[in-house]
């Protein structure tokens, strides 16, 4: 679950990256770009309840593969000559869709595999190599851009999400629970013995009465 976390998170591009080339696409001016965040933070509102039911009943690993299969969207969309509406509104759905899918729902995906009394310690594990690998992305996505301009850096990335997602689908349990031996057949139960209680019956002398006998006439 680690490596799967950082190798999808060594992928990951920062969404300030994202929002910076959807406002060279758009050619927006600079005061519009603090409301694109908004735009996805909405979708994300909206969508983060949803596809948190949607993991507990068909499993997590699923959604949180889609999820990173929306970030994947969003990186061709925006190297795709698409009409500006289209371009805004399916960056920012796709954003918000990538985050709902997979911020709880990996921690959700882990805790099952960690032992009793070390899920916090375990779950900050897989953060922080989470958080690293992003660091490093975007570090490498900043030279290469740098480098040879945000058209390779994006396809660059995407390659890289892609091969990450390959991996992550091979590696990831596809149950949600760990693998356990199977339980103990419990032990063949006795039946209680029969109650022995002795039974009046006709053969037996009833408490404080003569036992019952020939009774013989009395000759005057």
Known sequence: MLLC????????????????????????????????PLGAAGVYLLLAVPAGRLADRVGRRRPFLYGHGALLLAYGLLLAPVTDVLLLGGVLVLIGTFYAATDGVLMALTGPFLAQGHQAGGLALVQTAQALARLGAAVAFGAVWTASGPSAALVAAGLALAA???????????????????????????????????????????AGLPPAGPTRLRED
């Open 5 to 36: 976390a950082g190798l999808l998170g060594a992928a990951t591009v920062g969404d300030a990256f994202l929002y910076l080339l959807l406002q060279q696409r758009l050619e927006l001016d600079a005061t519009w770009f603090p409301f694109l």
């Open 164 to 206: 990450a997602l390959c991996c992550a689908a091979r590696f990831l349990p596809a149950s949600d629970l760990p693998a356990s031996d199977p339980p103990a057949s419990d032990p063949p139960t006795m039946s209680p013995p029969p109650d022995e209680s002795p039974s009046l019956s006709a053969s037996t002398p009833t």
